[in-house]
């Protein structure tokens, strides 16, 4: 499979890139670095990206930013920085993509537990990831030429943990996260919600 993953160059992402590297083309997309870039808070950048690389089997997004901090300090960039980039970002690889995909190809975006298990300063991201569960909800029962769209949710990832110096002994590694988004494109889910500690 030709398989695109956008966020290829973060934690998560890169972790996705090389449980899938046996036996697929993986093209890995960066926003600074990367075989190619993408800016998702941009349609421009994403339409140019798939005109640059042509169709592929599955979309994989590990990418998306949003802020972690109290409901009270969060201001209105905080909400537009979640909406444009984690949850519209996203979402328009959808409304972008299904249209360049192979047929029977697949499209994975990445929410979040947070959006079913949230904690005080989660507000914004669990918003995003809602959304995010309920978009390919829906989404899965129009989009045509067999393409499936489903999220991951990952949980706290250790290595994520490590870098903020809290304890990572909860965590999921990136490594076991992945499993899910093998998962999702391997398997046949279709406008569901994977929970990455379900597939560990
Ligand atoms: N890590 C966790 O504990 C955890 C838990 C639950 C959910 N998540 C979700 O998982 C996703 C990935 O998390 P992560 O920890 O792997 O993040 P990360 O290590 O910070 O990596 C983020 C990736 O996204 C890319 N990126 C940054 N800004 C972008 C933009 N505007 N357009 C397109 N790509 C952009 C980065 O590219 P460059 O390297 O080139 O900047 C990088 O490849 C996020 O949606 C996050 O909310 C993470």
Redesign the pocket.
């Known amino acids: 499979m030709k398989i695109l993953i ?9 972790a996705v890139s090389n449980i899938l590297a046996d036996g697929n083309d993986i093209v890995r ?6 075989e190619f ?5 941009s349609k421009k ?1 994403i339409v140019s990206l798939f005109d640059a690389i042509g169709p592929v089997d599955a979309v994989i ?6 802020d972690f901090g109290p409901l009270a300090s969060l201001d209105d960039a905080a909400f537009d920085l979640a909406l444009s ?2 949850l519209m ?2 979402i328009n690889l959808i409304r972008i993509g299904a249209d360049k995909l192979n047929k029977n190809g697949s499209i994975t975006l ?5 959006a079913r298990q949230p904690m005080p300063g989660s507000s914004v ?1 669990s918003m995003a ?1 809602g959304a995010l569960d309920a978009f390919v909800k829906a989404a899965a029962l129009e989009v045509s030429n067999g393409i499936r769209v489903n999220t991951v ?5 250790k ?3 490590e870098m903020m110096g809290m304890d990572p002994t909860t ?1 999921l590694s ?1 490594a076991d ?1 992945a499993k899910a988004y093998k998962q999702a494109v391997e398997g046949d889910a279709n406008g569901m919600t994977l929970d990455a500690p379900d597939y560990v």
């Open positions: 956008i966020g290829a160059t973060g934690t998560i992402g890169t997309v960066g926003y600074s670095d990367g870039k993408v800016d998702l808070g950048s997004s590990t990418a998306g930013l949003a980039n984690k970002g996203q990445t929410s979040g537990i947070l991201i990831n949710a990952p949980a706290f990832v290595e994520t943990m965590g990136a996260t």
